[in-house]
């Protein structure tokens, strides 16, 4: 398995621009995580979901960001008008089970709002 | 919210010296885990151990884990200069893992 697939890599675009950033989990995975890391506030969850159906999103900061899991092997979130605080290193993460248990991350979306 | 606090922020030590970290939390546990995270990479699961546990060994990473006192330690042996990275640990809270500030490690040659 080629493990947790974010794209793209990096990403540098305009203050008010749609950002789209993916990602694909571990087969058989059934948990999915979205986190944001800044070094200000570190490691944060902005939503979690569970054989597709998100579970929690009350991580997400505001109406201007989106989350989608249409199948067990595609994820998106996207932002809708970016704006330079959205800069931060965008983690999805996978794991076997749901609940609080061993997670496996992509190499992470990093994000340049100017 | 950030539950676990790692301690020191930043250690930087000699290349063949023991690092050691330590993580304390608010709440009571299933289980704490530990991860590392290289500079511009995701973050690997290092170890994981259970509230009915008091320590586990893998490899050259030995973790502790004193419920009372709500803390763990992860002390890597023979550091390397690929053990330089930040480390993370993380407490279950229902459904998901709270995560501390890290401790960064650097390994000098």
């Known amino acids: 398995d080629a493990g947790v697939i974010q794209s793209p890599r990096h990403e540098v675009t305009e203050m008010g621009q749609e950002v789209t950033l993916r990602c694909k989990p571990i087969?058989?995975?059934?948990?999915l995580f979205w986190y944001r890391q800044t070094m200000m506030r570190g490691l944060e969850l902005l939503i979690y979901?569970?054989?597709?159906?998100?579970?929690?999103d009350s991580g997400m900061p505001e109406d201007r960001f989106s989350a989608k899991m249409p199948n067990a092997s595609f994820s998106t979130l996207k932002i809708q008008p970016s704006e330079p605080r959205d800069s931060a290193v965008y983690f999805c993460?996978?794991?076997?089970?749901?609940?609080?248990?061993?997670?496996?991350f992509g190499a992470g979306s990093r994000l340049t709002v100017l | 919210s950030q539950q676990g606090e790692e301690d020191p922020q930043a250690l930087s030590i000699q290349e063949g010296e023991n690092a050691t970290m330590n993580c304390s939390y608010k709440?009571?546990?299933?289980?704490l885990q530990w991860y590392r995270q290289n500079s511009g990479r995701g973050l690997v699961h290092l170890i994981l151990?259970?509230?009915n546990e008091r320590e586990k060994h893998s490899g050259r990473l030995r973790v502790t884990l004193d419920t009372s006192k709500k803390s763990s330690s992860l002390l890597i042996t023979a550091s390397r200069a690929a053990d330089t990275a930040s480390y993370f640990c993380?407490?279950?809270?229902?459904?998901?893992?709270?995560w501390g500030a890290g401790t960064k490690l650097i390994i000098k040659p």
């Open positions: 993460a996978s794991s076997l089970r749901a609940g609080a248990n061993v997670l496996t």
């Open positions: 087969s058989g995975h059934n948990s």
């Open positions: 979901f569970n054989n597709n159906v998100p579970i929690d």
């Open positions: 709440t009571s546990i299933n289980n």
């Open positions: 151990i259970r509230s």
């Open positions: 993380a407490t279950d809270s229902n459904y998901q893992l709270i």
